[in-house]
Nanobody, 120 residues
Framework: VQLQAYGGGLVQAGGSLRLSCVYSGRIFRINDMGWYRQAPGKQRDLVASITSDGTTEYVDSVQGRFTISRDNAKNTLILQMNSLKPEDTAVYYC???????????????WGKGTLVTVSS
């Protein structure tokens, strides 16, 4: 199983970015997926999550600005980020909790991060 995140970059405050995470490989069931971020010198924190039935949750600081979604036909997890602020600057990671086959328990799989930099 592989997850590949991309779409980061440099943007001015108030701008938008769209992150994508493409997942591939042998996947039996995906329980939930999420986007995390890690700012310099800080721990990695959850930003947004989406369950298998489409239920979404957001950390308070991004509520109303970020939208998480899944395109199951394209095996892609998306994070639309609007009204970006300098404090959103971080490396963003995607994660999937999934089972690769019916006999395996669910486990967390991480993609490599993509850097988002928001200038003031």
């Amino acid at each position: 199983v592989q997850l590949q995140a991309y779409g980061g970059g440099l943007v001015q405050a108030g701008g938008s970015l769209r992150l994508s995470c493409v997942y591939s490989g042998r996947i039996f069931r995906i329980n939930d997926m999420g986007w995390y971020r890690q700012a310099p010198g800080k721990q990695r924190d959850l930003v947004a999550s989406i369950t298998s039935d489409g239920t979404t949750e957001y950390v308070d600081s991004v509520q109303g600005r970020f939208t998480i979604s899944r395109d199951n036909a394209k095996n892609t997890l998306i994070l639309q980020m609007n009204s970006l602020k300098p404090e959103d600057t971080a490396v963003y990671y995607c994660k999937a909790r999934l089972s690769p086959n019916p006999a395996s328990p669910s486990a967390d799989y991480w993609g490599k991060g993509t850097l988002v930099t928001v200038s003031s």
